[in-house]
């Protein structure tokens, strides 16, 4: 008779303080609570240490990591507790205080439901089921349903709360530290210092990390993610400098004209933010399903009821096992953000991940998504007594010491053809100019067409050269000069090179089905001959960065579902146009915020491996769903067709929950090994940061 007492005490208990806040909220009174009642939640306690909150069901809204471990422990004694009163009936009257007290909430949420709303929720189906199988004894089973739904909850916040340290140290290469120019000298200050008017000194191989204005020294500055443009600009006093960008030759004093919000605390806090309000939203959709679901399951319980007696109409409501889906559908979505972190896939957004399953067409950008940062060189022509070799002998000779990238695609091109190169024996480095040495006797000058007319080089055939420049801009390539005792022997045709894994990578997304295109503010010839090279027909160049996003919403207009990728400022507009953007690490900051999703090796290999990603949660989740519904709908067919009675739909709630929460859990212990494991190889970005900070050689387009 005891429990019997303690089991109605706390339902009226939780029933009548349910109202009593609901009327304080009326009348104003606490508003904290107000807020928390109006959404049938239960109140945080001031000063608990909410690490990471996670929106539950409507019972359980807001549970952190400490109420959420507080009610798996209470659950953890209730079983045990409850075993115990098998052999000890005494110990029943505390199994049954302890399975009230978890059920609190559950009674809070489904009074505002029934007397406030006056519409069905699903806490009223949990309540239902839970009185009934409390007032018949059933303390086990109960206690055995309770710890699977709060170890689901409480995996749920782990996986979330994990999300942030892995953020932390996949942007953790952001700088921690820029040097501010101080009278004379140089000081290592912390970034997030910065305040416009400061002036930093920045070096070869750098990261330009803020918008300034440069007020002393001359540099070559690789724009790639800002124009989309594979070749380096010049910069002098007077000119902006934008962050992103990647200082790749001499040295530059820069006035900072804007900081602060873009710290790598910023892009983990916002992030994380979207994390949890996709994470919230799933949550969200799952449990207005559950809602949806209550009204029919407690009308068919009550028919039931009236038919075949009390016992089965409850043993039907205890069929409903929708509602462990609020904890396990979202927990699906959040190991396979964690997975695609592992696979070194940042997703910013489920929703992205969610979206992406969907996709039947990929749009590439061209510059620095299909192609690399160094470029390669092509045919080299002689016009003096020197042949090919000899020229390319002699630029790479010029070059050996330069970080540029082109001055590294020429050392690169000497040496597989077994070149060997004659040591230096003076060097005279203009930055923005070019390179002027001494090799023996013989003077050499390599770099840009300007250089060449500043040297004063004699060009034995003026209008063959202007041919030859004005062919190499129509086909998109740059010219390096190469002079001779201040004669010009040789031009040098500088190639964008095609990244070595698009080939595959292309090859595999057509096996999928998927339609390809290519987009690019590059030239006509270029932009086509690439598009030839990797079999994508559909191919849009010379176009600005609103015709990239008028091509993307074009697309979808004709019902297609797209996934735009690039890398530059130029793709911005498109990457927030297409269904899901996805960009590269290295890549303008803006266009890491707009896309949903970042490639965090800076090569396309992972691509492949997020589609896979992405259909594998789709089908984790329909498989959650499943495994909710069949044995939902078993134990509906026992009890109405064969007696089953509230034990057995006790137990098939159990399995139903443990099912639920296997098949969440499964991606993350098991479907990852399938997964091709997270490369180590450095990227050629990654090198070019970690070279050390030097005078380099600008080696200009043809024309500047």
């Not at 002036?199 to 690789?222: C, K, Y």
Request: glycine share 10%.
């Amino acid at each position: 008779m005891l429990d019997i007492l303690i089991i109605l005490g706390g339902a009226v208990y939780a029933g009548i303080n349910a109202m009593r806040e609901r009327s304080a909220a009326v009348q104003g009174v606490k508003p904290d609570i107000a807020a928390a009642v109006s959404a049938a939640a239960v109140p945080v306690a001031a000063g608990q240490s909410a690490v990471v909150p996670v929106a539950t069901s409507a019972a359980y809204q807001m549970l952190d990591t400490e109420k959420a471990d507080h009610y798996l422990q209470v659950a953890g004694v209730a079983l045990g507790t409850s075993a115990l009163a098998l052999v000890f009936p005494p110990a029943g009257l505390v199994a049954v205080s302890l399975l009230t007290y978890l059920a609190l909430p559950l009674y809070k949420s489904a009074t505002i439901g029934a007397l406030v709303e006056r519409r069905p929720r699903s806490s009223m189906v949990g309540a239902v089921l839970t009185l009934a199988s409390l007032g018949s004894g059933y303390y086990l089973l109960v206690a055995g349903s309770s710890l699977g739904f709060f170890l689901s909850y409480k995996l749920m916040i782990k996986t979330q709360a994990g999300s942030g340290p892995r953020v932390a140290r996949i942007l953790g290469a952001s700088p921690r530290q820029v040097w501010l120019a101080y009278a004379d000298s140089e000081v290592g200050v912390p970034f997030e210092s910065l305040r416009a008017g400061d002036v930093i000194v920045l070096r070869a191989g750098e990261l330009v990390p803020i918008d300034g204005t440069v007020v002393q020294g001359m540099a070559s500055v690789d724009q790639r993610t800002l124009t989309g443009e594979s070749h380096v600009v010049d910069k002098i006093p007077g000119d902006i400098v934008l962050a992103s960008t990647t200082v790749v030759a001499g040295k530059l004093h820069v006035r900072v004209e804007k900081a602060g919000e873009q710290t790598t605390v910023a892009h983990i806090e916002r992030i994380l933010d979207d994390t949890a309000d996709y994470t919230a939203a799933v949550e969200q959709k799952a449990g207005a399903v559950c809602d949806r679901l209550a009204g029919p399951t407690l009308a068919a319980g009550g028919a039931t009821a009236l038919l075949l007696g009390p016992v089965h109409g409850v043993a039907l409501i205890g069929c409903n096992l929708t509602e462990v889906n609020r904890a396990t559908t979202p927990l699906t979505m959040l190991n396979y953000l964690d997975l695609s972190a592992r696979q070194g896939i940042l997703v910013k957004d489920g929703r992205s991940l969610e979206l992406l399953s969907g996709i039947d067409t990929v749009v590439f950008d061209k510059t620095g998504t299909l192609t690399l940062e160094q470029p390669h060189i092509g045919e080299i022509h002689c016009l003096g007594d020197l042949d090919a070799d000899a020229v390319l002998c002699l630029a790479a000779a010029a070059g050996r010491q330069q970080t540029h990238p082109v001055a590294r695609a020429v050392v690169l091109a000497a040496t597989e053809r077994g070149l060997s190169l004659p040591e230096l024996d003076d060097a005279r480095y203009e930055i923005g100019y070019g390179v002027k040495v001494v090799l023996g006797k013989r003077n050499v000058c390599l770099g840009s067409r300007r250089f060449m007319h500043k040297e004063g080089i004699h060009v034995a055939d003026p209008e063959g050269l202007a041919t030859l420049q004005k062919h190499s801009e129509q086909r998109g390539c740059s010219l390096l000069f190469v002079a001779a005792d201040a004669l010009l022997v040789g031009v040098i045709e500088i190639h964008s090179t095609l990244r070595p894994e698009a080939f595959a990578v292309v090859k595999r997304l057509k096996t999928r089905g998927l339609k390809l295109a290519i987009v690019s503010g590059d030239a006509e010839a270029p932009t086509r001959g690439i598009a030839r090279a990797l079999g994508i027909e559909d191919c849009h160049a010379g176009v600005l960065p609103d015709e990239k996003a008028a091509i993307v919403r074009q697309l979808r207009e004709q019902g297609r579902s797209i996934c735009f990728v690039g890398d530059g400022i130029n793709d911005t507009v498109a990457l927030k146009t297409a269904t899901v953007g996805i960009s590269l690490s290295g890549s303008a900051n803006v266009a890491l915020d707009t896309a949903g999703i970042i490639l965090m090796e800076q090569n396309l290999d992972r691509l492949e491996v997020l589609f896979d990603l992405a259909a594998e949660m789709e089908r984790y989740r329909q498989r959650g769903y499943y495994a909710t519904l069949v044995p939902g709908a078993a134990g509906a067919a026992g009890v109405l067709f064969f007696g089953m009675g509230l034990p057995a739909a006790l137990l098939l709630d159990m399995f139903g929950i443990g099912a639920a929460l296997g098949t969440a859990m499964w991606p993350k212990y098991v479907a990852r090994s399938t997964i091709q494991p997270l490369s180590r190889k450095a990227s050629s970005s990654s090198a070019l940061s970690q070279s050390s900070p030097k005078f380099a050689v600008n080696l200009l387009r043809a024309g500047q």
